[in-house]
C-alpha cells in the first residue's frame, strides 16, 4: 500500500520560511517523479514543483520560482520542499505526489498524471 505523508507546514509570518517533507512508502521511490500540489481557500489547485526521479531536474511554478526549492532524498524515501520569502497568498493546502517518470516535461505540471497524493499539509502565512 502506498502511502505519502506530508509534515511541516504550520503558521508562520510573511517573509519567513518552512520545509515541507512528504514520506513515501510502499513503492521503490527512486523510480518516481515527486511534485508538489497546492490548494488555496476558494482556489483550484495547482502546480508548485516537481522533480526528477534522480533529482536532476526541477521544475517551478513562476509564482515560486526563486523563493522554492524542492529536493529529494531516495535513501530515506522523501521528498522536500523549502519555501523562503513567504507571502500571504502562499496559504493553501500543500499535497505531495507521486508519478512514473514521464515522457514529457510538461507532464510533471499535470496533477492528473499523478497516480499518488498525500492528504496534504496545511500552511498559513499571516501576520
Known amino acids: 500500500q502506498v502511502q505519502l505523508v506530508e509534515s511541516g507546514g504550520g503558521l508562520v509570518q510573511p517573509g519567513g520560511s518552512l520545509t515541507l517533507s512528504c514520506a513515501a512508502s510502499g513503492l521503490t521511490f527512486s523510480d518516481y517523479a515527486m511534485g508538489w500540489f497546492r490548494q488555496a481557500p476558494g482556489k483550484e489547485r495547482e502546480f508548485a514543483a516537481a522533480i526528477s526521479w534522480s533529482g536532476r531536474y526541477t521544475y517551478y511554478a513562476d509564482s515560486v520560482k526563486g523563493r522554492f526549492t524542492i529536493s529529494r532524498d531516495n535513501d530515506k524515501n522523501t521528498v522536500y520542499l523549502l519555501m523562503n520569502s513567504l507571502k500571504p497568498e502562499d496559504t493553501a493546502v500543500y499535497y505531495c505526489?507521486?508519478?512514473?517518470?514521464?515522457?514529457?516535461?510538461?507532464?510533471?505540471?499535470?496533477?492528473?498524471?499523478?497516480?499518488?497524493r498525500g492528504q496534504g499539509t496545511r500552511v498559513t502565512v499571516s501576520s
Open positions: 505526489a507521486a508519478r512514473v517518470q514521464p515522457d514529457s516535461n510538461g507532464a510533471y505540471y499535470a496533477f492528473d498524471g499523478y497516480g499518488y
